[in-house]
């Protein structure tokens, strides 16, 4: 039988999703809970990797048991009981055998937030910056990332991609009444460390080191050199996943 478990979770203090030897993991985490509580091993295949220090507001992972889960919501009761505070789990929903957390996302979104001033209260959330940003400029750049397919100048070097091609979707940044600005970008895939390069130039596009049609040559360029550094990991949360309904066989308005 095979389950969809949805989660959020702080990534300050894991090495990122994924399993790492001596390093700590949410994979890891979350394995050892649910194979304490289910009493066989359990392991999960998660919807993608977030990097060190990556944070996740939404996130979707599947295992397999041997044996139907009669009340779920006691199972995710029970979850958050041994996971520990940075861990959150939110449902437990059956799918179809081969259903895929990873293979069957139709979309993931991203979101990252900086913070123009100091806050202490924060500060593990968000870039805090303090230099003025030009948010027109920076929405005038990020809107030609739906122009492109190929994101080589945004890839990590040696991640062992079999394409760059990713299709963007939507690229945009917001502002609160707090003065938050908030970068949101939807494709149907992202590279490692993808999201943190975009926004970085991105940033320099807003200070003005570039200007928007730089930032055009900079992803044509397919050259990774001519990116900038990639922002802070603590600002960045994977958002949202989207799956094809039929995938599911207990009714879930959330995909």
Not at 170 to 196: H, K, P, S, Y
């Amino acid at each position: 039988m095979r389950y969809f478990i949805e989660l959020r979770y702080l990534g300050a203090a894991y090495c990122g999703w994924q399993r790492q030897p001596d390093q700590p993991s949410v994979q890891q985490t979350l394995e050892r809970a649910l194979t304490t509580l289910l009493r066989e091993p359990v392991e999960v295949t998660g919807a993608g990797r977030t990097d060190t220090g990556v944070n996740a507001s939404y996130y979707v992972a599947h295992f397999d048991l041997g044996r139907p889960i009669d009340h779920p919501e006691q199972v995710v009761y029970k979850a958050n009981f041994l996971l520990p505070g940075d861990i959150s789990v939110w449902s437990l929903t059956p799918v179809v055998d081969d259903a895929h957390a990873r293979f069957h996302a139709r979309e993931r979104e991203y979101r990252y937030y900086i913070e123009p001033h100091k806050n202490p209260f924060t500060r593990h959330l968000t870039w805090q910056y303090y230099v003025p940003l030009d948010l027109e400029r920076m929405n005038r750049a990020a809107a030609l990332l739906l122009e492109f397919e190929d994101f080589t100048s945004f890839a990590k070097l040696n991640s062992n991609n079999k394409t760059n091609i990713c299709h963007v979707r939507q690229a945009r940044w917001t502002v609160d009444e707090r003065g938050v600005l908030c970068f949101t970008i939807r494709a149907d895939r992202f590279l490692r460390n993808m999201v943190r390069s975009i926004v970085g130039t991105l940033v320099d596009v807003g200070r003005g080191r570039y200007t928007p049609e730089d930032f055009r040559a900079i992803v044509a360029s397919r050259d990774l050199s001519r990116s900038s550094a990639g922002a802070p990991a603590q600002g960045l949360f994977l958002s949202d996943v989207r799956y094809p309904a039929e995938i599911f066989t207990g009714l879930r308005s959330r995909f």
